[in-house]
């Protein structure tokens, strides 16, 4: 009955070591219509606009992030709160540079993984390429 009982626990681990490795699948499509409106407003100079829009994607991108802790996702969230600040201070470059920087980080390719783990990338960084 003991070994039994080891032998289950210790599969559990292995399942939650397997589940740990798992590659994040992020979903921007709201995000992404989110950032063409901001872009849109910051064209005509709509300062309330892309502040409210911008504290929507700031909402958005901390919700879908709460689920898998996604690193793109953070980083989305934070050029959102850029081109809120910029929003409120009138400075529209400002907060179309932050939304353009917003979309190519969620639409760049992300690297595939490799049998084993890690990516392409990391291949290279630890010599095994």
Same mark, same amino acid.
């Given at each position: 009955?003991?070994?039994? $009982?080891?032998? $289950? +626990?210790?599969?559990? &681990?292995?399942?939650?070591?397997?589940?740990?490795?798992?590659?994040? /699948?992020?979903? &921007?499509?709201?995000? $992404?219509?989110?950032? #063409?409106?901001?872009?849109?407003?910051? =064209? /005509?100079?709509?300062?309330?606009? +892309?502040?409210?829009?911008?504290?929507?994607?700031?909402?958005?991108?901390?919700?879908?992030?709460? *689920?898998?802790?996604? %690193?793109?996702?953070?980083? +989305?969230?934070?050029?959102?709160?850029?081109? =809120?600040?910029?929003?409120?201070?009138? #400075?529209?470059?400002?907060?179309?540079?932050?939304?353009?920087?917003?979309?190519? @980080?969620?639409?760049? @390719?992300? %690297? *595939?993984? /490799?049998?084993?783990?890690?990516? @392409?990338?990391?291949?290279?960084? &630890?010599?095994?390429?």
């Amino acid at each position: 009955m003991r070994k039994i $009982l080891i032998a $289950l +626990v210790m599969s559990s &681990f292995a399942l939650t070591a397997f589940a740990a490795g798992s590659p994040m /699948n992020e979903d &921007f499509t709201e995000l $992404l219509g989110i950032t #063409d409106k901001i872009i849109e407003a910051a =064209k /005509n100079s709509d300062g309330t606009t +892309v502040t409210s829009l911008a504290e929507q994607g700031v909402l958005v991108a901390k919700d879908q992030g709460m *689920k898998g802790q996604s %690193p793109g996702l953070q980083r +989305v969230a934070e050029r959102m709160k850029k081109a =809120k600040k910029a929003g409120k201070k009138g #400075d529209f470059a400002a907060a179309t540079t932050a939304m353009n920087e917003a979309k190519a @980080e969620m639409t760049k @390719e992300k %690297p *595939k993984p /490799n049998f084993g783990g890690g990516s @392409e990338d990391t291949a290279y960084k &630890f010599g095994t390429k």
